[in-house]
């Protein structure tokens, strides 16, 4: 039997009512003083216990309102026959209708939750019903059924699981309903379609013309009052594809679309060779011709044609696309001249200009552009002789012929009026998207075999500012602004943030030391001078004006030849050709050469000054009188003990990370052990104390101490010995 649910007012005073084996049970009493009169099952105090509408018998839950049948919840249960289907799992399957005669139709919901429409016939149409419709939602009504939900693909395990959309109409009928995706927005009673009418915006519709097959429309075909009447028809608005197909070129076709005046897409031939309107003329399989005169047929618009060849559509005047599988060619685009006119001949001339008065501005324009795209050789590398040439131009001559210049490719670019922010004569750039490219070059010149070669010549004047040659890179440890393999030669003083000299270990040999030299004669044999450069000279190399320090190269190399080099400057040529300066035998002096030697010579002095310093403490032992005071004056040392018995030992030196002082002290006394750095810096006391006559060792570390020369100072009551320590790396 099923279980129904009357609530009343008064059974609500008495308590919560739980149905169980079909009788009615009563739980804890409650009452809702807040709610005087009110008729609802429910709780109003803090219990945590959940609230629960429940049938434990094999029957649905029903819910009614006004007397009339709403909504049923089944129980585990299984339709034996559904549309044809039998044994249809519809366990908890949910029911929400106003129609108190559905049941009556069919079997129960169809779905996890089934909305139907109120009447008393078509509310319950299961002709759509398939059996993959469990997890969704299922809507019937005015004898037509949907449902939106999962389908199930292959149950048995491998977890498929389809979003899906579905609708059908009415019985025997595939026709005569639609899926529309409507969108609306505030209601505006005068609007009669669009987003803020009644029936809203259509977006897409899907009309099933035929059995098998539905047409897609996109648009709003509620407002035109018709159907999709193709596989996909767009009302209004333009079709757009971001990406063409990347299939292979279908060479062998002859065939291409079309747009009728309806916009419906067909197919046609391409035209006839025997044609005589404004179409190609063909002979086999060369094109003849792209032009028929205006007067041959009175349409021909000649100056509106894009003109493709093997390109469809041309996005320039003349577009020309061809590929070695289409049949062998040697090039894409050739031009020939043969002429004995005077002056200027062209066998190619290309200018960019705008329209007068068109008001617009050139962002960009290249009278000529060129780019080899090199898709890849099956070889690692390509042979030397296979290049890749954007543009290539050539100039040559082998006839007995004076020219005043010859060049392979010349681009100029001048402006007489209006701003120009850029001005090139040429812009050439190598550039890496993503290949295995081992060198790239912007641009790569080379001059041969000539009286004088530039592979670059490159000048500036006239301008605020003048570079000959500008160039940049990121500063980093593999990049360089300007790289040169070979002397470089600057006409003018030379300014940078940093200069470097190539110093690294791993590039020398026979690394010596500088102890056989003998720095100070050398150092000594250098004559510094004053001078002037010539007024010549000024000219030529761009040399400062005004007096001038340093050395003659000649005097240096006699002493130091190692710092000399010669060099030839070659002869300069005007534009003309005409010798401006004839070519010149020069000498230069390499000046950051001298800084070892300079250092070499510092570090000679001061082991002089140390000898000295020790020779000056031997000096004031052996004469008491005349040691050296605490304030750097001298004054008597004590008259008792033997001072020239007093002695310091470092062992080893070169000392290591733990050496050892040995000092003897000839009489009782006040001891100090000092350590100072080879300019006389005091680095601390080691040692300070009253000692009585003997032999003493003290352990000292030298493991934090940098590599150079430092001197230990043993000092008994005014007596001093200094001795020198060398720590090496």
């Not at 070659?570 to 000498?587: C, R, W």
């Amino acid at each position: 039997m099923k279980a129904k649910v009357f609530f009343r007012p008064a059974l609500l005073a008495m308590g919560l009512f739980i149905f169980q084996n079909g009788q009615a049970q009563v739980s804890t009493p409650f009452n809702n003083p807040s709610l005087p009169g009110s008729d609802y099952v429910g709780w109003d105090n803090t219990t945590t216990v959940p609230l629960q509408i429940r049938h434990d018998g094999i029957y649905p839950i029903e819910f009614h309102t006004s007397g009339s049948f709403r909504a049923q919840i089944n129980p585990k249960m299984t339709y034996s026959l559904l549309n044809g289907f039998t044994n249809i799992p519809a366990d908890g399957f949910t029911l929400i209708t106003p129609d108190n005669g559905f049941l009556s139709q069919v079997k129960g919901p169809f779905s996890r939750l089934h909305l139907a429409e109120g009447g008393t016939t078509g509310n319950g149409e299961e002709l759509g019903f398939r059996p993959w419709m469990k997890n969704g939602i299922s809507y019937t009504g005015n004898t037509d059924q949907s449902y939106i939900g999962q389908k199930y693909r292959g149950e048995g395990g491998t977890g498929e699981t389809d979003m899906v959309i579905q609708w059908s109409d009415n019985p025997g009928n595939w026709k005569g309903d639609r899926m529309r995706f409507l969108f609306t927005s505030s209601y505006t009673s005068t609007a009669t379609t669009g987003m803020n009418s009644r029936e809203g915006l259509e977006g897409m519709r899907l009309y099933p013309d035929e059995r098998d097959f539905i047409n897609v429309g996109i648009g709003d075909f509620f407002a035109g009052g018709d159907d999709p009447t193709e596989r996909l028809d767009v009302r209004t608005g333009r079709v757009r594809i971001r990406q063409l197909p990347t299939d292979p070129e279908a060479n062998t076709l002859d065939q291409y679309m079309v747009v009728d005046n309806t916009g419906v897409v067909k197919w046609r031939h391409l035209p006839p060779s025997t044609t005589t309107n404004c179409y190609w003329n063909s002979s086999g399989t060369n094109l003849l011709t792209a032009y028929q005169p205006v007067g041959s047929n009175g349409t021909c618009p000649d100056r509106s044609w894009k003109i493709g060849i093997g390109m469809n559509p041309p996005q320039y005047k003349l577009d020309i696309r061809h590929s070695q599988l289409d049949g062998p060619a040697l090039g894409g685009l050739r031009m020939e001249l043969r002429t004995n006119g005077a002056g200027w001949t062209n066998g190619m001339y290309s200018y960019v200009i705008p329209d007068p008065g068109s008001g617009s501005e050139l962002k960009y324009a290249n009278a000529v552009w060129g780019r080899v795209d090199n898709a890849g050789k099956a070889q690692p590398g390509p042979p030397d002789d296979e290049l890749s040439r954007g543009i290539y131009g050539s100039s040559s001559t082998s006839q007995n012929l004076y020219l005043k210049a010859s060049q392979g490719v010349a681009g100029a670019a001048s402006a007489t009026s209006g701003h120009v922010t850029f001005l090139y004569g040429g812009t050439f750039m190598g550039l890496n998207n993503g290949a295995d490219v081992a060198q790239a070059y912007g641009v790569n010149a080379e001059a041969k075999n000539g009286a004088v070669n530039y592979g670059v010549r490159a000048m500036a004047s006239g301008g605020l500012i003048n570079y000959g040659v500008f160039g940049s890179a990121t500063v980093d440890t593999n990049s360089w602004a300007g790289y040169f393999q070979g002397k470089v030669r600057a006409t003018n003083y030379m300014m940078a943030a940093q200069y470097y000299t190539y110093s690294d270990a791993s590039i020398k040999t026979g690394v010596g030391s500088l102890q056989d030299v003998d720095v100070l004669a050398k150092l000594e044999a250098l004559v510094p001078r004053r001078y002037q450069y010539s007024p010549a000279a000024r000219q030529r190399f761009g040399l400062p004006a005004g007096e001038q320090f340093g050395f003659v190269a000649q005097e240096v190399e006699a002493t130091l030849p190692e710092l000399v080099v010669a060099s030839i400057m070659p002869a300069e040529l005007d534009s003309t050709g005409e010798e401006v300066y004839p070519e010149m035998d020069i000498k230069a002096v390499n000046y950051q050469g001298l800084i070892p030697l300079l250092v070499a010579g510092f570090q000679a002095q001061q082991q002089q000054i140390a000898a000295l310093q020790v020779q000056l403490a031997q000096c004031c032992a052996a004469n008491p009188g005349m040691a050296p005071g605490g304030n750097g004056e001298l004054k008597a040392a004590p008259a008792t003990g033997e001072v020239k018995e007093q002695h310091l030992l470092i062992i080893p030196n070169p000392v290591s990370d733990l050496t050892k002082l040995e000092y003897y002290v000839p009489r009782a006394g006040k001891v100090s052990l000092s350590i100072s750095t080879s300019d006389g810096k005091p680095m601390g006391t080691l040692r300070e104390e009253e000692a009585e006559p003997g032999a003493y060792t003290y352990q000292w570390n030298t493991g934090k101490l940098a590599a150079g020369t430092y001197f230990c100072t043993y000092l008994l009551d005014g007596a001093v010995v200094v001795q020198r320590a060398v720590k090496v790396k």
